[in-house]
Each structure stands twice: as C-alpha cells, then as structure tokens.
C-alpha cells in the first residue's frame, strides 16, 4: 500500500550540509521517542487534562516541522491552539486521531526509505 510523502527532509538537509548520518539520527529518535509522546496525548486527552497535552503538544511541533511534515504540524497546532484558547475542545479527539495516523504512516515510511526496520 502506497502512502502520499508525508515528510520533506530538505530543512534537515540544508542544517545538516546533507549529512545521512544525522538525518537517519534525526529519523531514529523521532521513531523512538514520538510513540510514547503519542500515548501521553491520548492519556491526557481521555482525562481532559488539557494543560498537560498542549504541554506534550508543544514538544512535538519541533520534531514533525524539522522533518517537514506539515500535515501533522497543522493538525498539531490546532491542537495546542484550542488547548490555548479552552475552545473547540471537541476538536481535538478527531485531531489526535489524524495526528495518530499520520504519525504511523510517516513511520512506516521512514522504515521503508531509510530501511531501518
């Protein structure tokens, strides 16, 4: 099954001057450390614990941005916006479930591309 490109790596690129080492680095630790943070979202979406998930919100936008997926940092942002602004709560399940998603298939695609399963 073939996915739409969820990443753009040429921000790494540029910052890394190319270097395969560090983008695959980079990949990894986004694949090891973003699951986990994925759970907590969840845990404190399911407990209305809104200050906690932006808190865990705010830590992902960095990583999905430096790996140019720009779908998951939009759904992202909304997110940490209707936390912000204690709007649109109703929202953000739907919004976790994309970010979810997108999440696992970029993963997926970044086993595939970089061969790292």
Do not use: W
């Not at 910052?15 to 986004?30: A, P, R």
């Not at 404190?44 to 200050?51: E, L, P, S, T, V």
């Not at 997110?79 to 993963?107: F, M, R, S, Y």
């Amino acid at each position: 099954m073939a996915f739409e490109k969820k990443y753009d790596l040429g921000f790494l690129k540029g910052m890394s001057n190319d270097d395969e080492t560090f983008i695959k680095e980079m990949i990894m630790t986004f694949k090891q450390t973003t699951p986990r943070i994925i759970i907590k979202m969840g845990k404190y979406m399911k407990n209305k614990k809104y200050k906690a998930l932006g808190k865990e919100v705010h830590r992902l936008i960095p990583g999905v941005s430096f790996l140019g997926a720009e779908d998951i940092k939009n759904d992202l942002i909304k997110i940490e916006q209707c936390v912000n602004e204690n709007t649109n709560l109703d929202d953000i399940p739907g919004l976790l479930e994309n970010v979810n998603k997108n999440i696992t298939e970029l993963i997926t695609q970044f086993d595939i591309d970089f061969n790292l399963s």
